[in-house]
Nanobody, 120 residues
Framework: QVQLVESGGGLVQTGGSLRLSCAAS????????MRWYRQAPGKQRELVAY???????NYADSVKGRFTISRDNAKSTVDLQMNSLNPEDTAIYYC??????????????WGQGTQVTVSS
């Protein structure tokens, strides 16, 4: 059993910054990938960034150079620092992890999402 809680969303103006956080809890044995997705109105959900347990990262081209993903393995948290925001970044941001729990093989788990709105 895994629970994911996102926080940090809000309303900012173009050029502003937000820091999203996701905390994982439950009977977790290990976490491999930790990811941030986003979904804007009328668009498909897209992968924004991911980070592996060893710290390897990957970013969507649209956010490269502006967003930074990080994780704290001891706390089972993953953050997304979002700088130089523009209206195209407006979306609901979801935390996603691949984890092994004590009673299951590796599965993916989703948070409830946090709204990010960037005004022009």
């Amino acid at each position: 059993q895994v629970q994911l809680v996102e926080s940090g969303g809000g309303l900012v103006q173009t050029g502003g910054s937000l820091r999203l956080s996701c905390a994982a809890s439950g009977s977790i044995f290990s976490i491999n990938y930790m990811r941030w997705y986003r979904q804007a109105p009328g668009k498909q959900r897209e992968l924004v960034a991911y980070i592996t347990r060893g710290g390897s990262t990957n970013y969507a081209d649209s956010v490269k150079g502006r967003f930074t993903i990080s994780r704290d393995n001891a706390k089972s948290t993953v953050d997304l620092q979002m700088n130089s925001l523009n209206p195209e970044d407006t979306a609901i941001y979801y935390c996603n992890i691949e984890a092994v729990v004590l009673t299951s093989s590796e599965r993916q788990y989703w948070g409830q999402g946090t709204q990010v709105t960037v005004s022009s």
